[in-house]
């Protein structure tokens, strides 16, 4: 725990902005002293008596402070040694218009990425993936799940099913998914992809490195090759703190006065 006597928390007295709930001003204290940088990644905060006596609130008001900006991703909570400023985490920005890989949009930032391999094998397909992958009788599916990092952030989990006559051998991957299906010829020319909102449930919130409930968005990939055929239906789950999705959006061709009703 910090000690009160020392730094930012030891200042003489707390002013909370007036109005609203007390929880949500000690919350929003908290949040400008992280943006001035008063308190940095790293700084525990002082106990929950300690910090209650300081603002003169109860410690009810501190908690629930506390655990809502723990759920903003503002702090974190470590058992045993306290709550700290959660450490900074870079935002990536990917354009909804490129059909690019994961590995080929960290390196266009000059960033590391690894995976983490979660499941990798073949699989008797589940009737949504023989719809989408367009799947024949008797045919296998091969699912792929990574999460994927750069540097310890963990920023995506993807679970990804493509045709076993695609990927008959999802061991044989490297660091890349489309890199390997380029090298026989089937790399994805088309996609859609569908984007919402989600709480992280606890498996993924943890997978994740962030607190249950945390923001997240869930993306579904279908992908194509020339031929028009299926060839990927991935699942991924990004972090929503981590990722920004950029679309370029023209202006449509102006209707044209022959178009009007007269
Ligand atoms: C992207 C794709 C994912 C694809 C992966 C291949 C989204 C939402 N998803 O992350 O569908 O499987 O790239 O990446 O963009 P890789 O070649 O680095 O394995």
Redo the contacts with the bound molecule.
Sequence with gaps: MAELSSGFFAAERVVLSSGGPLYLQLKRWIEDAVHRGDINPGDALPSERDLAAKVDVSRVTVRKAVLQLVKDGVLVQRHGSGTFVAPQTQRVE?SLSQL???????ARRGMA?R?EWLDRGLYLPSPEETVTLGLSQGEYVARIS?L?LTGDTPL?I?R?SLSARILPDPEA?G???????DKSGNRPIR?I?R?RAANLGEEDAQLLQVAVGSAGLN???T?YLASGRAI?F?R?I?RGDTYDFVAELRLGDAPTKETSHD
Excluded: G, K, N
């Design positions: 990917q690019t890989s994961f590995t080929e949009d960290m990425v995976a990574r994927r995506a993807e990804a991957i660091d890349s998914l489309y890199r390997h299906l996609a992809q984007i993306i579904e990939r992908s990927e991935t991924s990004y």
